[in-house]
């Protein structure tokens, strides 16, 4: 029981609010810290955005203890990808990517959850495959918009076989981008394994309105494919100062602006509580008894200890509240 109760918990407790921004003066943080680039072309017809989100890929699979290393991969595109599409939102509207398949016996799912800020959360996981039951690889991308009452939701059906490579989740990419922005866009992502450390990058170009046919194309082409993405893969590094050189010697004029990428989740034990005091005052006494007070989050994999005062606190605010209703 007191596994789905914390599954409950954790769907209904996932904190949104009490926010830390991340974001203070980039020049004071270590050159290899993950960061996002983004910005426009001076004539206005393109948007883009790269992103380094190694450390926070590695932050994930440590949190977790992730162990299997065919969800390295699936994972570190996942995370790139979710701070692409965040990174075209604004101040705390967010999204959230799941990435599942089956593979090898198993269901493997990848699972994001950013903001335009520069948070991040997620993991990697795998369960048993059940199978009496039809195993579809799926993307689901959520969004949730400023003002808005209601996520928004894409689903795509993957191919038979998606086994989460690089170039398979880029095939992806691109899919949601046709299907669901509907704008043109293209992009790419890039993972490797380094001396025990995950490096995960991407990128991506969106036209804005009034773009000349093929400039997108051309602009791919002759400057990110040909120059930019090699140097950032050879160097395995996302350097503001190198690609201002290099955008320099293209006489590519941009303007761009950088801020940092962190693994970062709001998950307090004062939400959780909130969340129990919704629950069945029986239930309560229960975890008491039985001194079931660890709580984890599903999403950073964080222990909340919850004291017997806790407990004491939410049985006393739920006597006085049906007294309150009995009265």
């Known amino acids: 029981m007191f596994k789905v109760l914390l599954a409950r918990i954790n769907r209904l407790g996932a904190p949104v609010s009490h926010f830390s921004t991340t974001q203070t003066a980039f020049k004071s943080y270590p050159r290899r810290r993950d960061h996002i680039i983004r910005g426009f072309t001076k004539n ?10 190694s450390s926070a890929v590695n932050t994930s699979l440590k949190n977790f203890n992730t162990q299997d290393e065919d969800l390295f991969s699936p994972l570190a595109n996942n995370f790139a990808f979710n ?26 799912t990848t699972y994001a959850e950013s903001m335009a800020n520069g948070e991040i959360r997620g993991f990697a996981r795998n369960e048993r495959l ?28 993957l191919k038979q076989g998606f086994s989460g ?36 990058f991407g990128y991506l170009l969106q036209i804005m309105p009034g773009c000349p046919e093929n400039y997108l194309k051309d602009l791919h082409k002759n400057y990110f494919e040909k120059s930019i993405w090699p140097s950032i893969l050879e160097n395995q ?30 998950c307090k034990k004062e939400d959780y509580i909130n969340v129990l005091k919704t629950i069945d005052a ?11 007070n660890q709580l984890n989050c599903m999403y950073c994999n964080k222990t909340h200890t919850l004291e017997e005062t806790d407990f004491d606190h939410i049985l006393k605010e739920k006597a006085d509240s049906q007294k309150i209703e009995t009265n």
């Open 44 to 53: 206005g017809y393109v948007r883009f955005s790269l992103v380094d989100c």
């Open 237 to 266: 590094s996302l350097d503001i100062n190198r690609l201002q050189l290099s955008l320099n010697d293209l006489k590519l004029e941009v303007e761009m602006n950088r801020y940092p990428v962190d693994f970062h989740c709001r």
């Open 165 to 200: 490579t690089v170039s398979e989740i880029n095939d992806v990419v691109h899919e949601y981008f046709e299907t669901s922005e509907q704008i043109p866009t293209i992009g790419n992502l890039h993972y490797d394994y380094q001396n025990n450390e995950p490096k995960s």
């Open 130 to 157: 059940n199978p009496e039951k039809k195993h579809t690889p799926l993307l689901s991308v959520a969004r949730v918009l400023y003002n808005q009452s209601s996520e928004y939701s894409t689903m795509l059906n």
């Open 282 to 292: 029986g239930v309560i006494v229960e975890m008491k008894e039985k001194n079931e």
């Open 83 to 108: 701070l692409l599409l965040s990174s075209l939102l604004k101040g705390e509207e967010r999204v959230k990517s799941i990435i599942s398949y089956p593979s090898k016996g198993q269901i493997n």
